[in-house]
């Protein structure tokens, strides 16, 4: 009996911890459709802006702006790594900070750079903190929607440091979302915005027909870069955020949906060995009284 007792218990237990795991998984599935329209939307953003600048450079106008510029030397390294504030999402952390490390040890090994690292999540700060590691900057305001004030407010301290000479490159370690099937932890740089320039070659495409439209910009390509290209690096790098966002919902209900189907397994487990010990303590006790029905006769 005592042995059946104990089944129950356990049985009890992990039907309540089934309870929460689907909870959390539900959960994680309403705010990973709501980030993902957002992470979508803004992928359209970020292309559509590079599409502008495909534009001026088609028109013949000169991509000249300092955030497309390749420093001479780096000597100024900022590292962003952007994590979760919660557990319960599988291996989101780790695939990033290995990702980081990885980066920030490239930029040590280097002779007269100087690094600093900046950390948003709390399980990214609690692992910085565990391997020795102080960040210059510690984020946790960002939860699973990133509002775009906060990241605008890190981005314009960015590009002034980058137009002052104090930053030179500015990477960013995050989980990169690819479809809801396939997320990816990179480090991808942001500052200087070279990528960019490249993008706009290449998307400078011909209109239907073969032919080269001529556009006439107002007023001129060089004030109208002043004003996208900041914009482009700030859209670029909320998308970090969104991305990481999203990917964090992704990998806690996935985390969620097969924690919930081990409490089924061994839920269904639990129950036949409550059966069988059952079944044993029936049996036990008709022997008894069979026993002892045959003592008195």
Known sequence: MANARAIVKRLKSVKNIRKITRTMELIATARFKKAQDRATE???YTRKIGEVVADLAAAGGEISHPLLKEPENEAHVTVLVLTSNRGLCGGFNAGVLRKAMGRIREVRAQAGVGLEIEVSGKRGIS???????TPAEKYTQFEDQPAYADV???ADRYVREFLNGNLDRLDVAYQKYVSSGRQEPVVETLLPLTGLADAAGQQAAPSAGGRKVNYEFLPNPNDI??????AA???RLFKCFLDSAVSEQIARMV???GATENADEMIGD????YNRARQAQITNE??????????LE
């Open 270 to 273: 639990l129950s036949q060995k």
């Open 152 to 154: 605008d407010a890190i």
């Open 127 to 133: 692992y910085m903190k565990f391997q020795g590691v």
């Open 255 to 257: 985390a969620m949906k």
């Open 42 to 44: 803004a992928a359209a």
């Open 225 to 230: 870069l002043d004003e996208i290209v900041p």
């Open 233 to 235: 690096f700030k859209a």
């Open 286 to 295: 008709l022997a008894e009284v069979i026993g002892g029905a045959a003592a």
